[in-house]
């Protein structure tokens, strides 16, 4: 195996390596680094885990001292813009390099505060890099490196035209490296079209799931999926990370867990930003011993030492499963991956079965524990369900004013709905 000094990096750059004691490079960094440190635009496709940050970081900050140029990294979501911050740093403040990011979710002032520095890399999400070039807050005539992380994932969440429309205030002399674990069509358009003859490395299979990663699959009825679940967090006794098709959902399945007790945390869409930082912080020092996610909230979970990846639900697209199942056995370290999958689903498992290209396991059911492990969840569906239709209108309706003659007037303007009145438009309300 090589190491990284035949990698063509600056003898600074090995010294920082290894004190950090970074000796070996995974297969993504030892094939990318070498043509990214030329300056040539990258495709690098890889899977989950196998080190594609280090992968782009190096090369960039390498070009960066070179060229006296900035750096800008495109990610899908608030975290895992963080993380890559802070991997950056962990290299770059040898060097000087000041960062900034801009995320949603977080103060415009403080983000504005920091770009005003003159950043040598900028890290952020589509939507925030537009606010910033709307309000003129943000310049990109000086960008030199440009890092698109997570393609694929930002097409799934509808981030192209925003994509384009800050590739349109890039410089088109500028590197160019885009990484991914897939790599669908729509993304090879992007890169043909905003990129100069890029050398793809892929070095996997795209889909392919570690070999580390154990799988495995059990059909469960979804009133049964509450009891599997309890008998496998009681089985394994490492970290745990569950994932919900809906935030909804997630809240559910914490407040079970909580029943089961044990400790839990839940990211998803819902929470705020620093909530969110909250509950991953926790799960990484130990504090929680389970974290429930969605798929949006997923690739922002960089934790090396996860032992079990469960899907409470599965995913709506085959390639989310690749990523959720990438968050265990990361590192070269083991992990297992553990899929509930109701009657009416055998054709999801096939379209996952055909991405990832194999058959995965299907287990017998256990025997299961009694439903009183967690009386109180269920008792707290129970109750949603017995509720009448017209106690649920009465229950997030509550605020509303009534109209016509009976509200004591002639119309809805004289039954609290007068545009001229403050105090019937700042009425409290019901945030559903």
């Known amino acids: 195996m090589s190491d990284f000094k035949s990698l063509g990096l600056a003898p600074s750059m090995l010294t920082v390596l290894e004190r950090l004691k970074f000796t070996t490079p995974t297969p993504i960094q030892e094939q990318a680094i070498p043509v990214a440190v030329q300056g040539n635009d990258v495709v690098g496709i890889a899977q989950t885990g196998t ?7 190096l090369p960039m900050i390498q070009q960066i ?12 979501t608030r975290e895992l813009a963080i993380q890559v911050e ?78 384009k429309e800050v590739l349109q205030h890039v410089p088109k002399d500028r590197q160019t490296m885009l990484f991914s674990a897939t790599m669908p069509p729509e993304i090879m358009q992007i890169a043909t079209k905003y990129m100069k003859t890029p050398v793809r490395i892929e070095v996997a299979r795209q889909g392919s799931v570690a070999t580390q990663v154990e799988q495995e699959m059990f059909i469960v009825n979804r009133q049964e999926k509450d009891r599997l679940l309890d008998k496998l967090l009681d089985e394994y006794k490492g970290t745990v990370l569950i994932f919900s098709r809906t935030k909804y959902g997630a809240k559910k399945i914490c407040k079970a867990i909580r029943h089961m007790g044990h400790t839990a ?9 620093s909530q969110r930082r909250r509950s991953l912080a926790g799960f990484k020092s130990g504090d929680f011993r389970m ?24 995913p709506e697209n085959a390639e989310d499963y690749v990523h959720r199942v990438g968050r265990t056995g990361r590192a070269g370290k083991s992990g297992k991956a553990i899929s509930f999958i109701t009657p009416d689903q055998k054709h999801k498992v096939r379209l996952i079965e055909r991405l990832v290209q194999m058959q995965i396991p299907l287990s017998k059911l256990p025997s299961l524990p009694p439903e009183r492990a967690y009386a109180a969840h269920s008792a707290y569906i129970a109750e949603d369900k017995r509720m009448s239709p017209n106690h649920r209108r009465t229950t997030f309706q509550y605020n509303r004013p009534k109209r016509g003659p009976s509200a004591g ?11 001229r009145s403050n105090s019937a438009r700042k009425g409290p309300r019901v945030h559903l």
């Open 86 to 163: 802070e991997a950056i740093l962990q290299i770059g403040k040898s060097f000087g390099i000041r960062t900034a990011v801009v995320i949603g979710g977080s103060s415009m002032y403080h983000q504005q505060m920091a770009l005003k520095r003159n950043p040598h890399v900028i890290v952020g999400t589509p939507g925030r890099i537009i606010d910033h070039l709307k309000q003129k807050s943000l310049d990109l005539k000086t960008i030199g490196v440009l890092v698109l992380d997570e393609a694929d994932r930002m097409l799934d969440m509808g981030f192209a035209p925003q994509i």
């Open 51 to 57: 080190g594609k940050t280090l992968a782009f970081s």
């Open 409 to 419: 007037g002639h119309g809805p303007r004289q039954a609290g709905f007068n545009r």
């Open 265 to 273: 945390a839940e990211i998803h869409s819902n929470l705020s930003l």
């Open 65 to 76: 001292a070179k060229t006296k140029k900035t750096g800008l990294v495109i990610l899908p």
């Open 291 to 314: 974290l429930v996610a969605t798929d949006i909230a997923a690739r922002g979970i960089d934790v090396t030492n996860i032992e079990l990846v469960i899907n409470y639900d599965l």
